[in-house]
Nanobody
Framework: QIHLVESGGGLVQAGGSLSLSCAASGRTFTPSAMGWFRQAPGKEREFVADIGVSGRSYGYLDSVKGRFTISRDNAKNTITLQMNSLQPEDTAIYYC???????????????WGQGTQVTVSS
């Protein structure tokens, strides 16, 4: 079982920045690919970014490439999503996810955090 806790959401104006963090814990925690999904009102959840255990493999949703950066600190079991040049269409609940069956990329999110709200005003 992996327990994920997000922090760092909030309200920001268009063009602004926010940083989301996710702390992972659990008695059976093993190195896992981790990442972020989001869900906007009235829309399905979508993949945003992921990062492998080494920190050298990662992927991004096309619409966030060049604006968002994912990183991880294995010593602290945390990942961070730095979001720059935020736009109103980035407004969503952002969920931290982990896939302990993979060390490279999220294949199937097995564990989810409770989510953190990001609101970008125009």
């Amino acid at each position: 079982q992996i327990h994920l806790v997000e922090s760092g959401g909030g309200l920001v104006q268009a063009g602004g920045s926010l940083s989301l963090s996710c702390a992972a814990s659990g008695r059976t925690f093993t190195p896992s690919a981790m990442g972020w999904f989001r869900q906007a009102p009235g829309k399905e959840r979508e993949f945003v970014a992921d990062i492998g255990v080494s920190g050298r493999s990662y992927g991004y949703l096309d619409s966030v490439k060049g604006r968002f950066t994912i990183s991880r600190d294995n010593a602290k079991n945390t990942i961070t999503l730095q979001m720059n040049s935020l736009q109103p269409e980035d407004t969503a609940i952002y969920y931290c996810v982990a896939d302990p069956t993979s060390e490279v990329t999220i294949r199937t999110p097995r564990f989810w955090g409770q989510g953190t709200q990001v609101t970008v005003s125009s």
